[in-house]
C-alpha cells in the first residue's frame, strides 16, 4: 500500500496523451491528421501534474478544418493556421521528454483507448516521414484500468465519468481537458486498488515501417 492510499504503482510517472484529429461527420478524412498535441507528466505516487505540454499543429493535407471538426474539439482554423506542422511539434515533444524524464525513470504513455500510439501517431509519423520515437512504442489503454476495477469494460469517457461521480473538467474532446480528465481517471482508479501496466505496443515489424 502506498502511503496516499493505492497500490504502489511500478511506475514514477504516467505521460497521459490524448491526439485530437482533422475530421468530418460522416466520411473518415483521409489521411487523418494531428492537430492537437498534449502530454501531462503525471506522478504515479501523488498522481499531481508536474508538467504539461501542450501544443496545436498544423495540417497540411486538409489545411482546412471542417466545421464538424471545430464543433467537436473547439479547435479553431486560426489557432492551426498559427501552429507548426507535425515534425516541428514532434521535435518539441521529444525534447520535453528529455528534459522532464530522468534516463533511469519509468514512464507509460496512458491513453483512452489504443488510437493514439497504435494508428494515429504511427500513421501520422509514416505520413510526415519522421521517425516514430521509440519510447512512443508502448502505452497503458485507460480503459483495461477500469475493467480491472469496475469488472465492465468502459464505453464513452463522458459517460464513464458520469458513472464515476466525476465531473467533466473542460470540454470533451479538446486534448488538454481530455487529459486532465484521463489523469482523474487514472488516479481514482489506482486508489481504488488499481496497478498500472503496458497493455499495448507496437511490434518490430511495424517499426521498420515507421523507421
Ligand atoms: P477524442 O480523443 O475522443 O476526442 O477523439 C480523437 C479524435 O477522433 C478526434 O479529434 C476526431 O478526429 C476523432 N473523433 C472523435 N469522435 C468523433 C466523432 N464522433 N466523429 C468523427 N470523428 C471523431
Ligand atoms: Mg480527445
Redesign the pocket.
Known amino acids: 500500500m502506498d502511503k496516499n492510499g493505492g497500490p504502489v504503482q511500478n511506475y514514477d510517472f504516467f505521460l497521459v496523451l490524448?491526439?485530437?484529429?482533422?475530421?468530418?461527420?460522416s466520411v473518415r478524412i483521409s489521411p487523418?491528421e494531428v492537430?492537437?498535441f498534449p502530454c501531462l507528466k503525471v506522478n504515479a505516487k501523488t498522481f499531481k501534474i508536474e508538467s504539461e505540454f501542450h501544443h496545436y499543429v498544423r495540417p497540411v493535407h486538409h489545411p482546412t478544418l471542417t466545421s464538424?471538426?471545430t464543433e467537436?474539439?473547439g479547435i479553431i482554423q486560426e489557432t492551426v493556421d498559427e501552429s507548426e506542422p507535425f515534425p516541428a511539434v514532434l521535435a518539441r515533444f521529444e525534447a520535453w521528454h528529455a528534459a522532464e524524464l530522468p534516463a533511469d525513470s519509468r514512464a507509460l504513455f496512458l491513453t483512452?483507448g489504443d488510437?493514439?500510439l497504435k494508428t494515429m501517431l504511427p500513421n501520422q509519423c509514416r505520413l510526415s516521414g519522421v521517425p516514430l520515437p521509440p519510447f512512443m512504442r508502448s502505452w497503458g489503454n485507460v480503459k483495461h484500468l477500469c475493467a480491472d476495477v469496475r469488472g465492465s469494460w468502459p464505453r464513452g469517457?463522458d459517460r464513464l465519468m458520469k458513472e464515476l461521480g466525476l465531473p467533466l473538467i473542460g470540454r470533451?474532446?479538446s486534448?488538454i481537458d481530455?487529459c486532465r480528465n484521463i489523469a482523474r481517471i487514472v488516479e481514482l482508479m489506482c486508489r481504488r486498488g488499481a496497478v498500472v501496466s503496458e497493455t499495448g505496443s507496437l511490434g518490430s515489424e511495424s517499426g521498420a515501417r515507421n523507421h
Open positions: 490524448d491526439f485530437e484529429a482533422t475530421c468530418e461527420s487523418q492537430i492537437e464538424f471538426c467537436l474539439t483512452y488510437w493514439d469517457m470533451h474532446h486534448g481530455d
